[in-house]
């Protein structure tokens, strides 16, 4: 019998609940597992881009590199759940936020441990890789 | 060139659970606007079925809803934008008549979200953003909204009680609309009050009454040809600009904060098509899934400068005496919101003030109206200019 191919599901791991599995930007999940979190920048036309992409849809090559987000963004906005949808009752409250890089921007979550009271729009936050307690993997900002 | 009507309108009550199927619920609406248009199955040429399908179980209701209505052999459409369906089925009616392909088309809205529990709901609509990057982070529709809110609140001074008032024009227009599924008074100390249910935290800074409703219902608004409407209509209300923009799902991907960058476009691409501007709209319908959304709608629509959106709520320049009444059906707020219905209600609302038949909430003779309809957050945008 013939070996049953793999498929490749790293992403599953991604959030609290990941809604896809299949992508072809799976490497993600292994710089989040080395603790960097990284976009991708288009070896054709030099474009940056967060959330990373496997197309330029400037030059439509599609030859990426990755890049490790590094230094501080300016927090954009952000809210702070009271509630959760199905699947994430359990990590109530929590904050969810854009940050801005200059030339790519990261939405994510705040840390859980930086309180509200200490949050304000136009500070400068930094991105760090999380491990949530049942064992996925996402991103967080948390201070410099 | 030859003009494109609307002859007919209608729409279902609003409710919180149709006691019905989704054809049922549908009828309802078509039934409505048929009466209205005075029609029979046989003189539509086409139908156009707009709601977002993660809520259905019957799989591809359009050609359903065709046998029900009594509209077999003719063809039938679905469109889905999101909140927005409606109004982009509009769209379509419109090209579809202007083509000459169809003399009458009618245009259904429908959504049945009782279907699904609560929490089900806010996860398929967590799901209208973008499920690989931004989903798995847990989101909610009101916490993008409430995102806008705080950038807006940042950038302008907009304040937490500039809302409420918003709120509270829609829910003193709300008690006066027979298919609103919240009908009671609002005021401003029951958001301000922390003991008090409409302050309660939903997601900051956005509170309960700040939102909107999930609600069951059904709309239909019937689009014919010039020739067509002269025969049928005595008081055709003729489409005169129509706008359809999108931007980036991903918040990343986008560069402002403070409005809707869809909406603004769609705005541009009505007024340049019906050769108006802000200043000549004597009645709007926005999209006010959300209070600030509202407070955004008046900026994005040229209503108010950026950032003046405030003192248009405060003076009540948006009430229904005022400069530009807005939402005066009480909006999404008192109505509820059945994701594929809501456009076709805003234009109902809107066609029955140009014919000056809105009954208590009629506004002084308007003969220009707007509607403004948003799917997701912003993610699609559509504004429609009407006049008598």
């Known amino acids: 019998m013939a070996e049953k191919k793999e498929s490749d599901e790293r992403f599953k791991k991604f959030g609290t609940v990941s809604f896809t599995s299949l992508t072809k930007t799976n490497d993600f999940i292994d710089h989040l597992e080395n603790g960097k979190v990284t976009g991708t920048r288009c070896k054709g036309c030099g474009r940056a881009f967060f959330p990373p992409r496997a197309d330029c849809c400037q030059c439509l090559a599609g030859d990426m590199e990755w890049f490790e987000v590094s230094g501080t963004g300016r927090l954009v906005s952000y809210s702070k759940l009271e509630y959760g949808p199905a699947g994430f009752q359990n990590d109530v409250p929590y904050c969810i936020a854009l940050l801005d890089y200059g030339t790519f921007k990261i939405f994510g979550r705040i840390a859980a441990d930086l309180p509200e009271t200490a949050i304000a729009v136009g500070m400068p936050l930094k991105t760090v890789v999380n491990r949530l307690p049942n064992g996925q993997l996402n991103y967080v900002f948390t201070s410099p | ?388």
């Open chain 2, 1 to 388: 060139m030859p003009r494109v009507a609307i002859i007919g309108v209608g729409q279902s009550e609003f409710v919180r659970a149709y006691p019905g199927s989704v054809r049922e619920l549908a009828f309802e609406g078509f039934k409505e606007a048929m009466r209205d248009a005075g029609l029979t199955p046989k003189d539509i040429g086409a139908s156009v079925v707009c709601s977002a399908p993660e809520y259905d179980k019957q799989r591809s209701p359009a050609g359903v809803f065709a046998e029900y209505f009594g509209l077999n052999p003719q063809p039938t459409f679905y469109v889905e934008s999101l909140c927005s369906s409606s109004s982009m089925g509009l769209r379509l009616a419109y090209s579809l008549v202007k083509s000459g392909l169809h003399d009458v088309v009618a245009v259904v809205g429908f959504q049945k979200m009782s279907e699904i529990t609560s929490a089900e709901s806010q996860e398929r609509m967590g799901r209208g953003a973008d499920i690989q990057w931004e989903s798995p982070f847990g989101t909610m529709m009101p916490a993008y909204y409430a995102m806008y809110a705080r950038a807006h609140m940042a950038a302008y001074g907009t304040s937490l009680e500039d809302l409420a008032l918003i709120r509270v024009k829609a829910a003193t227009y709300g008690q006066l609309n027979d298919k609103a599924v919240y009908r009671k008074p609002v005021t401003l100390a029951n958001l301000s009050n922390p003991e008090d249910r409409m302050a309660g935290p939903v997601a900051s800074p956005l509170r309960v009454g700040d939102c909107c409703a999930n609600a069951d219902g059904s709309s239909c608004v019937i689009v014919a040809s010039e020739e067509k409407a002269k025969t049928f209509c005595h008081k055709p209300v003729w489409i005169l600009g129509l706008g359809a923009a999108t931007t980036s799902v991903n918040l990343a991907g986008r560069e402002v904060f403070t409005g809707l960058t869809a909406a603004r476009e769609a705005a541009r691409q009505a007024y340049a098509m019906a050769g108006l501007g802000p200043k000549e709209i004597d009645v709007a319908e926005v999209h006010d899934c959300f209070t600030i959304a509202e407070m955004m709608a008046y900026e994005d629509l040229g209503f108010a400068q950026p950032g003046g959106g405030k003192e248009l709520i405060r003076s009540r320049a948006t009430y229904k005496e005022g400069e530009i009444p807005v939402n005066v059906d009480g909006g999404l707020l008192s109505k509820g919101h059945p994701i594929g219905a809501t456009g076709g209600s805003q234009i109902r609302t809107i066609v029955l003030q140009l014919r000056e038949e809105a009954g208590p909430i009629q506004v002084k003779q308007p003969e220009i109206g707007l509607v403004h309809n948003i799917g997701g957050v912003g993610l699609y945008g559509n504004v429609s200019i009407f006049g008598r």
